[in-house]
């Protein structure tokens, strides 16, 4: 039996189509885990700024418990919450500029808080309430946690980003819409190290 020319292009042009459609979809189907996986880790990091950030009215009143407590050091910790709460980005556009403007807010929290805990230094009563305490370490946990979860977030972007931009699925990331997605940046001054005086 003789298969004709037509039939054997017809064959070929089927398998094409067939191949093309399964590496297609496998393409997409990656990209969407992938990106998913990068909004699941994002609920992370906010889970564990949230964390942070409830435990700041609870080491407010604490420390305003003590008599004579510096109230300006009080008021920037508490706007700084404010302002960083206030600060929410669509974890399907995590793109460089909303991440910096996040970061930035985390950041200013972040110092706000150093420097409360510089001025509970001068307050050795403060110091050793149980509650300021446990709050304390409570905080100092959250921080190690806000470390570990950016670190993970910036490991599935990364994963992420690859596959956007990898061939030859960069050509459906394109068609569909998937664009890179931004990193944790380290805070400016941070690649220099402190000089440490005796």
Request: aromatic share 10%; hydrophobic share 45%.
């Amino acid at each position: 039996m003789k298969i004709s020319k037509g039939w054997i292009i017809l064959i070929v042009i089927v398998l094409a189509v067939i191949l093309l459609f399964t590496w297609g979809k496998d393409s997409y189907n990656n990209l969407v885990t992938k990106d998913q996986a990068v909004q699941q880790q994002w609920a992370q990091v906010e889970n564990v700024y949230q964390r942070r950030s409830d435990l700041i009215p609870n080491l407010v009143n604490t420390v305003k418990g003590v008599a004579n407590f510096e109230q300006k050091t009080l008021t920037a910790v508490i706007e700084a919450r404010a302002k960083a709460t206030s600060v929410q980005i669509n974890p399907k556009n995590l793109d460089q500029a909303s991440l910096q403007k996040f970061q930035a807010s985390q950041d200013n929290l972040s110092s706000s808080l150093a420097r409360l805990m510089v001025v509970v230094e001068n307050y050795p009563q403060l110091k050793a309430t149980q509650n300021f305490t446990e709050l304390q370490a409570q905080l100092e946990g959250t921080e190690n946690r806000i470390t570990v979860e950016r670190m993970k977030f910036n490991d599935v972007v990364q994963d992420y980003n690859i596959q956007v931009k990898r061939f030859p699925s960069n050509i459906f990331a394109g068609m569909f819409g998937f664009k890179e997605k931004a990193f944790f940046m380290a805070v400016k001054g941070a690649e220099k190290a402190p000089q440490v005086q005796f």
